[in-house]
């Protein structure tokens, strides 16, 4: 039996599997969004993910960041020093747990985060422009669904 005749006989469809779906759809989603932060700013997408949850709930420490956005300390960590090399955040020690830092946008990282927080909503109506209201909403509530969020 040759190689194509072993799968026409297989009834596991990759293209239906759910996380290849979901991975397929992340990635061509983001893809448009990805070439903003990285073209106009050189961040990578922890990078940008840092920036957004300190411009959408202000001082955090780097624990409580990777809590919200599920993303490994070391990653965090990465993207924190990236952001602190290029002046958009700014490191303060906890001056009650001295091994504790908050963290915080700098003008330039404000001004950074307004720009693309609004081509991340111009992109986002976007996407969601492919879908009727209902289905957008809809899709929006599975998605938080299967990622724990709702």
């Known amino acids: 039996m040759t190689h194509d005749e072993s799968e026409k006989n297989d009834d596991f469809y990759l293209q239906n599997f759910l996380p290849f779906l979901l991975n397929q759809a992340a990635e061509r989603a983001s893809l448009e969004f990805q070439a903003v932060y990285k073209g106009r ?29 599920r993303m490994h300390k070391t990653k965090i ?14 490191r303060t020690r906890d001056e009650a747990d001295r091994r504790a830092e908050w963290l915080t ?9 307004r720009d693309l927080r609004g ?11 492919l879908f009727k209201p209902e289905e957008a909403a809809l899709l929006r509530q599975m998605l938080q669904r299967l990622a724990g969020l709702d």
């Open 41 to 69: 700013y050189g961040m990578l997408r922890t990078e940008w993910r840092v920036l957004f949850h300190l411009g959408l709930f202000g001082e955090m420490t780097a624990k409580e960041i990777g809590e919200r956005a």
């Open 119 to 129: 081509v991340a909503a111009n992109y986002d109506a976007k996407l969601s422009g």
């Open 77 to 90: 960590s990465r993207a924190v020093a990236k952001l602190e090399q290029r002046r958009y955040l700014k």
């Open 105 to 113: 946008l700098t003008p330039a990282g404000q001004a950074v985060y």
